[in-house]
Nanobody, 117 residues
Framework: QVQLVESGGGLVQAGESLRLSCVAS??????MAWFRQAPGKERQFVAA????????YYGDAVRGRFTLSGDAAENTTYLQMNMLKPEDTAVYYC????????????WGPGTQVTVSS
C-alpha cells in the first residue's frame, strides 16, 4: 500500500522561506512531484523529479524561487521554497508515480502553506 506523508508547512511572511518534505513508502517509484491548490483554484504543478536520471522540472510560477531535491534510495523529496509570496498560499500535495504506471497516482494528505503580506 503506497503512502505519502508531507511535512514542513506553516505560516510565514512574504519574502521568507519554508522547506517541505515528503516521504513515500509501499512501492517502487519512478518519479515524485509537488502540486498545490489554493482555495477556489485548480490544482497547479509545482515541481517534479524523475529518479531515473534525476531530471527536475518546475512550474512557471515557482521557477527560480523553489528548489526540489531528493533521495531516491529513501523515496524522499525536499521542496525548498524561497522568496515566498502571498500567492504561494495553498495546500501543497506530494505525489508519486509508481514504476511502470502512467501519471501521478498516489497522493499525500497535503500540508498548508500560508504566506502573509
Amino acid at each position: 500500500q503506497v503512502q505519502l506523508v508531507e511535512s514542513g508547512g506553516g505560516l510565514v511572511q512574504a519574502g521568507e522561506s519554508l522547506r517541505l518534505s515528503c516521504v513515500a513508502s509501499g512501492g517502487t517509484f519512478a518519479a515524485m512531484a509537488w502540486f498545490r491548490q489554493a482555495p477556489g483554484k485548480e490544482r497547479q504543478f509545482v515541481a517534479a523529479i524523475a529518479w531515473s536520471d534525476s531530471s527536475i522540472y518546475y512550474g512557471d510560477a515557482v521557477r527560480g524561487r523553489f528548489t526540489l531535491s531528493g533521495d531516491a534510495a529513501e523515496n524522499t523529496t525536499y521542496l525548498q521554497m524561497n522568496m515566498l509570496k502571498p500567492e504561494d498560499t495553498a495546500v501543497y500535495y506530494c505525489a508519486s508515480r509508481v514504476t511502470g504506471t502512467q501519471g501521478f497516482g498516489n497522493w499525500g494528505p497535503g500540508t498548508q502553506v500560508t504566506v502573509s503580506s
